[in-house]
T-cell receptor, first 115, second 115 residues
Framework: AQTVTQSQPEMSVQEAETVTLSCTYDTSESDYYLFWYKQPPSRQMILVIR??????QNATENRFSVNFQKAAKSFSLKISDSQLGDAAMYFC????????????FGAGTRLTVKP | NAGVTQTPKFRILKIGQSMTLQCTQDMNHNYMYWYRQDPGMGLKLIYY???????DKGEVPNGYNVSRSTTEDFPLRLELAAPSQTSVYFC??????????????FGSGTQLSVL
């Protein structure tokens, strides 16, 4: 079974600085999708960014970008110019391309942004 | 836009009681999901549905039941509540496509405590 590991329970960043959140995953499949979701205190899960495994180019969404290393099974999230509103739990998630009913989530990283 | 609506937001149950968590979506999505989120853990899939009248088990289905009589509604039933079911429950929906840009829309969660 696929597993997703986030080794950093908590991270902290100064406002306007850059922070990188780590995620590794285990799979024997070659085609899959990876996601980062943000969960603010309101508990609403919000999709931040997504990556197709067959694409070598790293996904970017404004201040959010990923470093996708397929061979290493690593999928880190970089947040540039951090803002107070970025403070939240961040979840890395994996989904097989063959089964869109089974999204696997990591345990999450709590990000604190210091003013 | 309402999106995915869950009720109630909070509930306390006594051991052995039963209850139904309500979930409704107004986006005409085919796929609906129930997840639970335990402290310090990622989301785990309980049940999912690919359309009205069709449901299937996820990773942690024991102690729960679901039904899908309409496209909009996907209630989760807890029978004989146990302390192990203390968790935050999330309902989600998606159109159901297999594409990489398939996105989950989440409700704001139900915090359930079983005492």
């Amino acid at each position: 079974a696929q597993t997703v590991t986030q080794s950093q329970p908590e991270m902290s960043v100064q406002e306007a600085e850059t922070v990188t959140l780590s995620c590794t995953y285990d799979t024997s499949e070659s085609d899959y999708y990876l996601f980062w979701y943000k969960q603010p205190p309101s508990r609403q899960m919000i999709l931040v960014i997504r990556q197709e495994a067959y694409k070598q180019q790293n996904a970017t969404e404004n201040r959010f970008s990923v470093n996708f290393q397929k061979a290493a099974k690593s999928f880190s999230l970089k947040i540039s110019d951090s803002q107070l509103g970025d403070a939240a739990m961040y979840f890395c998630a994996y989904r097989s391309a063959n089964n869109n009913n089974d999204m696997r989530f990591g345990a999450g990283t709590r990000l604190t942004v210091k003013p | 836009n309402a999106g995915v609506t869950q009720t109630p937001k909070f509930r306390i149950l006594k051991i052995g009681q039963s209850m139904t968590l309500q979930c409704t979506q107004d986006m005409n999505h085919n796929y609906m999901y129930w997840y639970r989120q335990d402290p310090g853990m990622g989301l785990k899939l309980i049940y999912y549905s690919v359309g009205a009248g069709i449901t299937d088990k996820g990773e942690v289905p024991n102690g729960y039941n679901v039904s899908r009589s309409t496209t909009e509604d996907f209630p989760l039933r807890l029978e004989l509540a146990a302390p192990s079911q203390t968790s935050v429950y999330f309902c989600a929906s998606s159109y159901g496509g297999q594409g990489w840009d398939e996105k989950l829309f989440f409700g704001s969660g139900t915090q359930l405590s079983v005492l």
